[in-house]
């Protein structure tokens, strides 16, 4: 065995990752880039909703169901992969999740059916689960304690620059193109793109001796333990609600901006200022999370989104809500998130070093299926107003803080957690 080093450590890794070497920083753009597939394979389609649904003959709210559907598929298949990755190797894992995401793009711009793109989005969000999946994995495989949650933040402020533009790369297709259906074709490209570079310079992060048998059992005991240790679930649930009513702005953006508010022709605009205030706080998580903790930071950005969702809540009750206020707090909030997603995740996989295929892909299950069938409901009870988008955001943050107080038992603000050995 030899040892490649990051900056902040070492790690050591298997032998068939001899002759391949990757530095901290390609490996963040790397990772980030990896699941940015899956997030432009949800944004980059939402300008093209209405083109969609007029091509299609798609009446009402049904049009969520292109993002929906492959949100909801894309967590149920994230119980798949951590398994065999930690079986095999992360590599392997990954080329076949990205063949999906390609295939499965070429085939959505051949739909000739809303039915028939409906289904084709499911399978291409279960079979590709694995670009969402294994980036922690990987991460976990090569640091630990509060510098995981450091270099997950900093592949957020990457991950989160693709939805500030994937609309207006959307759009700007629409327009050039005259066809949705092209912005598959995007997609497709990116994912060529990606697992040529992944073939090129990720070496295999799994260690020889994590390596664990294909065995029911032993695959059921490692996934059950990462979703029940007490320690972890509430995070795990906690970061499943918080996100659910960020699915559920997403599944309704496009109808709420454009018809409750007027701006359709600002859309692209005003997600992508959303998207960018949550890049920035991922990008000042972490510079402070290995300072004052990542429990300190996201305990307190907690109360704060609590706080300015309570805000959400009055201002969408009144009659006269504007676009100048549902955009700020809107805003603010998802800026918050930088400072919870990340930071939960982390705390989430820490006690699972020698199983984090299996404990990401378990975890994964239960952020992203509850997460997305939340936000499909969410975004389902769009009524013309804000209003349910706030109530929804307002009850899940205060149910995440239950969960975590339960997973702290009842202790707040922990001590940062140093790096492992």
């Known amino acids: 065995m030899r040892s490649e080093q990051l900056a902040g450590g070492e790690r050591p890794i298997s032998s068939a990752a001899r002759g391949k070497s990757i530095g901290e920083r390609e490996l963040i753009w790397m990772m980030a880039l990896l699941m940015a597939c899956n997030a432009f394979g949800i944004d980059a389609i939402l300008p093209a909703l209405d083109a969609l649904a007029s091509d299609l003959r798609v009446e009402g709210n049904n049009r969520q169901f292109v993002v929906g559907a492959y949100l909801l598929a894309a967590g149920i298949g994230t119980l798949i992969p951590g398994a065999f990755a930690d ?204 300072r004052f903790g990542a429990r300190r930071v996201s305990h307190v950005a907690l109360f704060a989104f609590i706080a300015v969702a309570a805000a959400q809540y009055w201002f969408a009750s009144q009659p006269d809500e504007s676009l100048w206020t549902f955009v700020p707090l809107m805003a603010a909030n998802m800026s918050l998130l930088g400072f919870i997603g990340a930071n939960f995740g982390s705390i989430a996989l820490q006690p699972f070093k020698h199983i984090a295929g299996a404990a990401s892909s378990a975890q994964g299950f239960l952020r992203m299926t509850s997460g997305a069938a939340l936000g499909a409901y969410i975004g389902y009870l769009y009524d013309g107003t804000a209003r349910p988008l706030a109530i929804a955001l307002l009850g899940t943050a205060v149910l995440s803080l239950v969960f975590v107080l339960i997973s702290e038992r009842g202790t707040l603000f922990g001590p940062p957690e140093p790096e492992e050995d």
């Open 87 to 290: 079986r095999y190797g992360r590599r392997p894992v990954l080329f076949t999740a990205l063949f999906f995401y390609i295939a499965l793009s070429i085939a959505c711009a051949l739909a000739t059916s809303f039915d028939m793109l409906i289904a084709l989005r499911a399978a291409q969000g279960f079979f590709a689960a694995g670009i969402i999946a294994l980036p922690p994995a990987i991460i976990r495989d090569r640091v630990g304690g509060d510098k995981m949650a450091r270099m997950m933040s900093l592949i957020f402020v990457i991950f989160l620059l693709v939805p500030a533009v994937a609309p207006s790369i959307g759009q700007g297709v629409l327009m050039l193109m005259g066809d949705w259906r092209w912005i598959f074709g995007v997609m497709a490209l990116a994912g060529v793109a990606m697992s040529a570079w992944v073939y090129v310079r990720l070496p295999e992060t799994l260690h020889e001796s994590d390596k664990q048998q294909i065995h029911l059992p032993t695959i059921t005991r490692n996934m059950a333990s990462a979703v029940t240790l007490r320690e972890t679930i509430g995070y795990t649930l906690g970061s499943a609600l918080v996100f659910g009513g960020l699915f559920g702005f997403i599944n309704s953006s496009q109808q709420l901006i454009g018809e409750a508010f007027g701006a359709g022709d600002k859309f692209p605009m005003i997600f992508a200022i959303c998207a960018g205030c949550m890049a920035i706080s991922n990008w000042s998580n972490s510079r402070i999370v290995e």
